[in-house]
């Protein structure tokens, strides 16, 4: 199973691709529980997750949501493996983060979304 939030607006095929792949090579024997995590770039969410089997290791979704996912895997000796992908590292919380988003190289939807409604301009940060 792969969970993924709808708010991670860079991830691409390629991405998650490259999270499959470390899920099957590096963790992943058939009677060993495992997991492949993605933090969001400040490591407090949990911004993509792979288990096998889906029962793996209860999900807990929020704030503060990766450190605990992560002490739960090891304390029921689920193979663990952590990525940091920038493709996956920008979550959407805040407007901070859409300005962040406007600042990156690559060109998604959202960011043409946010360019042509003229959404940055219009972010005021206190």
Do not use: W
Request: charged content about 20%; hydrophobic content about 40%.
């Amino acid at each position: 199973m792969l969970m993924l939030p709808g708010d991670v607006p860079l991830v691409s095929v390629e991405v998650i691709q490259t999270v499959i792949a470390t899920h099957e090579n590096a963790c992943y024997t058939p009677d060993v529980p495992a997991m492949t995590i993605v933090p969001a770039r400040d490591e407090q969410v949990s911004n993509c997750i792979v288990l096998s089997p889906p029962t793996a290791t209860p999900l807990r979704f929020g704030p503060n949501s990766y450190f605990p996912h992560l002490e739960t895997a090891r304390k029921l000796g689920v193979s663990l493996q952590t990525l940091k992908l920038s493709g996956i590292g920008l979550v959407i919380d805040a407007p901070v983060d859409l300005l962040e988003l406007g600042r990156q190289t690559v060109q998604t939807r959202a960011q043409n979304y946010l360019q042509k409604y003229k959404i940055l301009e219009r972010i005021k940060i206190e």
